[in-house]
């Protein structure tokens, strides 16, 4: 839910107008919507390139990944691994658009360990795998967007640890 939603919704639930405090995070909000725009933007358009690189330094750092009886041996299962690399960027650029954590919580996360533990696929790998889509991910970012784009990935690395 984004900031304006929230702010909206508490005031209404608590039958007031909203707070000069509130309305202070909206316009800065606003005022980050074009970061948070190119930031997105700049995810989405080398998700390839983001997810190639990092399934590539997933891979030598876990070679038993893509070995035989790894979790990713095989084209199948390795395909399976970079389409979830694929969502949970795609995960964060909701988070980074909507300028909240609560996307990636109500979307990608509730239920997620559970789900990788039913399928056999260690949870700490996903940890890890999300730890390098971050580093190719901020790698392609200005120091200022890598800043505000990295607590999503953080988000997710935390929520899954």
């Known amino acids: 839910m984004s900031v304006v939603s929230q702010v909206i919704l508490k005031a209404d639930d608590e039958l007031r107008y909203p707070s ?8 800065d ?3 980050t919507g074009e970061q ?3 930031i997105a933007n700049t995810l989405a358009e080398n ?10 330094q997933l891979w ?4 038993d990944f893509i070995a035989p009886g790894g ?21 964060i ?10 996307p990636i919580e109500k979307i990608g996360l509730i239920g997620v360990k559970e789900m990788y533990n039913s399928l056999g696929v260690p949870v700490p790998g ?24 990295a607590p999503y990935f953080d988000y997710i690395i935390q929520s899954m640890s």
């Open 20 to 27: 000069s405090g509130e309305l202070k995070g909206i316009k």
């Open 29 to 31: 909000f606003f005022q």
């Open 36 to 38: 948070r725009v190119r």
């Open 47 to 56: 998700e390839k390139k983001i997810v190639e690189e990092a399934s590539k």
């Open 60 to 63: 030598q750092k876990r070679p």
């Open 71 to 91: 979790n990713a041996y095989g084209q199948r299962q390795r395909a399976l691994c970079l389409r979830d690399y694929g969502w949970y960027l795609r995960l």
């Open 93 to 102: 650029t909701y988070g980074i658009l909507s300028g909240d954590k609560e």
């Open 126 to 149: 996903m940890v890890e795998s999300i730890r390098c889509l971050k580093k190719a991910s901020l790698a392609l970012l200005s120091e200022e967007d890598a800043t505000e784009a």
